[in-house]
């Protein structure tokens, strides 16, 4: 489910994390992986797979593309639905800034950007430092956590900041063009 709301990837069922092959009974896997992405996801994750004999086991890849239906939610053991974000090889939750800017990142309007000394505070803090999470900005700049979500999520659509995932927290930073230092 996160690679659909990714870049879209491959996973290999029966190959460990080690490398070693283990192998599958890939008629039962594609089932499960199926019944999965459509009972566990909304919406729904589609995918298709390849089996591969190695060794004289059976591996399933499974190839995930990116989805025009983004955010996909995944259901937990305890019935809550939540997005995730995938990142090399981890699965990150998605904040709600990156959730809003999914929901609007295929929208026909623009964006209307309001620029405002919080939009210059934001600028010049990312001209100086490697990035700034939602929480410092909310308090540097002296405005309401919401008010940074919405400023944070209109850069994000722009293409002028974009999200880094570092361990347990999302940090903001400049995109930089070619040639940029």
């Known amino acids: 489910m996160a690679f ?7 996973l290999l069922v029966g190959v460990k994390d080690n490398g070693a092959i283990a192998g599958v ?14 009972m ?12 591969w004999r190695i060794a004289k086991k059976a ?26 974000v995938r990142v090399a090889d981890q699965n990150f939750p998605a904040n709600r ?3 809003r800017v999914w929901k609007n990142e295929n929208r026909t309007r623009g964006v209307f950007l309001h620029f405002t000394e919080a939009e210059r505070f934001l600028l010049r803090t990312l001209e100086d430092s490697a990035g700034i999470t939602l929480s410092a900005f909310s308090r540097h700049a002296r405005i309401t ?22 361990g347990n927290q999302v940090i903001y930073t400049l995109v930089r063009r070619p040639g940029e230092s």
Do not use: Q
């Not at 009974?25 to 459509?38: D, P, Q, T, V």
């Not at 566990?40 to 089996?51: A, I, L, S, Y």
């Open 4 to 10: 659909a709301n990714t870049d879209g990837g491959r």
């Open 25 to 38: 009974r890939s008629e039962e896997e594609y089932f499960m992986l199926e019944a999965a992405a459509k």
């Open 40 to 51: 566990h996801c909304r919406p729904p994750v589609v995918f298709t797979f390849k089996e």
């Open 59 to 84: 591996v399933l890849e499974v190839i995930v593309f990116r989805s025009p239906k983004r955010p996909h939610f995944a259901e937990n053991a305890e019935g809550e639905w939540h997005a995730y």
């Open 97 to 99: 800034v990156l959730l």
């Open 145 to 166: 956590r919401a008010r940074a979500e919405n400023i944070l999520v209109k850069f994000v659509l722009l293409k002028i900041i974009r999200m880094k995932f570092e």
